[in-house]
């Protein structure tokens, strides 16, 4: 995989994970005006954007497992770094948003 394919699988990355990380947020800011459906809803569009970006890590890791060796750009692991961050607010903002729903029911 040539330097300039790793960078548009890592701005991808940045990119989807991003989006995960916004609207994963937004799902809390929903939950705490107690709109619930809407909080799901972003929460949905959250999981579409990790869901998004684990298609380009999937590239990664196959092109690896497949026996291409590349060197790892600094902003791959940048990119590796703000995915992560993503899925652990997005798993966060579903725990914190069903724990708000019970406290009303």
């Known amino acids: 995989m040539v ?4 960078y ?3 701005f991808q990355l ?9 609207f994963a947020m937004e ?7 107690k709109k619930f ?3 799901n809803e972003k929460l949905n569009e959250s999981e579409k954007e990790l869901n ?4 380009f890590q ?6 690896e497992a497949g026996g291409e060796s590349f060197d790892i750009p600094i902003i791959l692991v940048h990119a590796q770094d703000h995915l992560m961050n993503a ?19």
Do not use: C, F, P, W
Request: charge should be neutral; charged fraction near 30%; aromatic fraction near 2%.
């Open 27 to 33: 799902a809390l800011y929903a939950a705490k005006e």
């Open 37 to 39: 459906d809407k909080a």
């Open 58 to 63: 999937t590239q990664l890791i196959h092109a």
């Open 87 to 105: 899925m652990t607010i997005k798993d966060l903002a579903r725990e914190l948003v069903e724990i708000r729903q019970e406290m009303i029911n």
């Open 14 to 22: 940045i990119l989807h994970g991003g989006n995960a990380r916004s």
């Open 3 to 6: 330097k300039k394919e790793l």
């Open 8 to 10: 548009n699988l890592s």
């Open 52 to 55: 998004e970006a684990h298609h």
